[in-house]
């Protein structure tokens, strides 16, 4: 195992990891659909909240891995640790409001409904801002966040 200082996001987060199959980078935001299979996702409660916000990371990495993407040189993780949606009408009622956000929406294969949508994306924003390490600390120390139902 080895430890690793990952410093990202727009507001320097200096984050220690101890990891043995991710660099520092990987654990702080999954950049490959192999390294999303290899999350442990295990501090979320339930199997089905666990496929959402698997399936929410997979569409950020597919939507970083698009010709149109790539070619405009766009840091998917990146762009939308700068993003926030409309305050009046969030990730639920804004939809096709930005290219990016649509494209992940659209790259997700779990069926949504207008409500786990926006409960993925805001999960999504948390970690695109935040890190998968930060994410865990929030979870595990408010466990109800990470259910939707």
Known sequence: MSTATATVAPESVA?????????AFEEYWPLTLDTVRKCDLSYIHGDWDRDMIRDGLNAVVLVSELPQIQKKEIEVWKYLSQYS??????????AGDDNIISLVQNKMTVGHSGYSMAWVMRHIEFIAKNGLPAHRKMILKFPGRARCY
């Not at 984050?15 to 660099?23: D, I, K, N």
């Not at 949606?85 to 804004?94: A, I, K, L, N, V």
């Open 15 to 23: 984050v220690e990891l101890v990891c043995s199959s991710f660099t």
């Open 85 to 94: 949606p409309p305050e009046d009408r969030g990730f639920m009622f804004s």
